[in-house]
């Protein structure tokens, strides 16, 4: 069985500085994918990056970006310039697939970490 | 297009009642899959189906939970006999799953509420 843990249940940033989120995962599996999925106060689950665990090279989209330690079994989120909207609970969330790269189905996800971002 | 849709949002409750939470996918989606969120317990997986294929239930906390999936689009999570312990929100997602265009897109969830 996989876990996520994130030890960071609050986090805080002032608009335009860069906060990291910390992840770290166990498995003995070795095809996997991990996401970062942010969920604002409307509820709605919103992916934010992912890294399939083949890759070397971190993922980043714009403003996000990964640091991901397959050794260490660690996937953390840089947030650069943060933005008010980037106010919400942050999840890592886990999720194994097949060697052709079909996913297993389930996600298995961190505890979470609310990221509230100050003007 | 449309993502998933949930329904109702809210829902209120009395304990030992019985409750149907709906989930429409995104067309075209062949994987639909149900969590739970709960103050205690984080994000909990409860059951996935793909295509035709039998469900994975691994996840129902109790045979009180049960889903279906008809016609390969809507599902129905059924909770019966509702405990103050169900309470929590409830999350659809649906994705596509052929080759790594595996992203889950969630609905916005239904909130239950057991008194």
């Known amino acids: 069985a996989q876990t996520v843990t994130q030890s960071q249940p609050e986090m805080s940033v002032q608009e335009a500085e860069t906060v990291t989120l910390s992840c770290t995962y166990d498995t003995s599996e070795n095809n996997y994918y991990l996401f970062w999925y942010k969920q604002p106060p409307s509820r709605q689950m919103i992916l934010v990056i992912r890294q399939e665990a083949y890759k070397q090279q971190n993922a980043t989209e714009n403003r996000f970006s990964v640091n991901f330690q397959k050794a260490a079994k660690s996937f953390s989120l840089k947030i650069s310039d943060s933005q008010l909207g980037d106010t919400a609970m942050y999840f890592c969330a886990f999720m194994k697939h097949n060697a052709g790269g079909t996913s297993y189905g389930k996600l298995t996800f961190g505890q979470g970490t609310i990221l509230t971002v100050h003007p | 297009g449309a993502g998933v849709s949930q329904s109702p949002s809210n829902k209120v409750t009395e304990k030992g009642k019985d409750v149907e939470l709906r989930c429409d996918p995104i067309s075209g989606h062949t994987a639909l899959y149900w969590y739970r969120q709960s103050l205690g317990q984080g994000l909990e997986f409860l059951i996935y189906?793909?295509?035709?294929?039998?469900?994975?239930k691994s996840g129902l906390p109790s045979d009180r939970f049960s889903a279906e999936r008809t016609g390969g689009s809507v599902s129905t999570l059924t909770i019966q006999r509702t405990q103050q312990e169900d309470s929590a929100v409830y999350l659809c997602?649906?994705?596509?799953?052929?080759?790594?265009?595996?992203?889950?897109?969630f609905g916005p969830g239904t909130r239950l509420t057991v008194l």
């Open positions: 997602a649906s994705s596509l799953l052929r080759g790594t265009h595996n992203e889950q897109f």
């Open positions: 189906f793909q295509g035709n294929s039998a469900p994975d």
